[in-house]
């Protein structure tokens, strides 16, 4: 772990110049103002006008279908009983009904343009030359009155891009190392292998010493070694010892007796009387 520690403390990472340089460039990115959302009323109004004549004629001929009552019925504006009637015989007397009235004007332009109801309206209407023409106009004119708000919004998106990549080299920064855990999980083992075989060295390392040492034994250290000491034919000895030896002296066996004791002893021959020696010349 000692040397994963020294990986981490020399990493360029932990240079005090190069953590300055870290905080220098990661900045917080601004969030992009996402444009202002358009007035679709303001966007029908100015489409519809000078159409709305036109708009309430092909209602009065749709209200003479059985599809066409049960929908127009619904819309704001037609909500009376005799309203779809009224419609088919006096078309005129709604059309200046809606164009003294704002009010119920944006809310019908907005039940056809923006509801499942004002879908199924327009796909009925369609099917007539005159339906096809004008709702044709109409989507030009509004593709056109959001071709701004089009454009704004696909550089919205390009920087609501770019901001969420800032953010996330701020909260993960790009110029740091990324090191996944498998490497991690190999330096930590690397380390590891390393101390066990320090270790493993510093035990033979401890054992080669212990078979090195001579083994003494509490016997040893309690036995008294017998010194002899011989200066000058002197022999001292602290025990007693009896060494019989056969000396041959003119071809006749001398038994040698020596003993020692605690006394000393010097060139002390004990010879067996009972053995005469030879006498010379005879």
Sequence with gaps: MQNVGKLIGNSDGNNPQDQKAHLA???LPELPE???EPDMISIYLKVYENKV???????????SSKDGAKIIKNLPGFEGKNAVKELQKHPDTFIKSFQKNDDNLESLLDAIQDSKLGDKLIALLERTPAGHALFKEIAEKIESELNEYNEAMLQYEDELTAYEIALDEFINPAFLPQQD???SDEIIAEAEADAEAELSVEDAAAAALVEEEPLVSEEE???VVDEEIIAEGEVISDEVVVIDE????DGEVVIEEEVTSDEEVVDEEVVDESITPPVSGS
Excluded: M, N
Aim: proline letters at 4%; a negative charge; aromatic letters at 0%.
């Design 221 to 223: 250290e309690e036995v």
């Design 246 to 249: 056969e000396v041959l002296v």
């Design 25 to 27: 460039v990661r900045t």
């Design 34 to 36: 996402a444009p202002e």
């Design 53 to 63: 004549d036109d708009l309430i004629k092909l209602l009065a001929k749709a209200a």
């Design 181 to 183: 855990e498998s490497a």
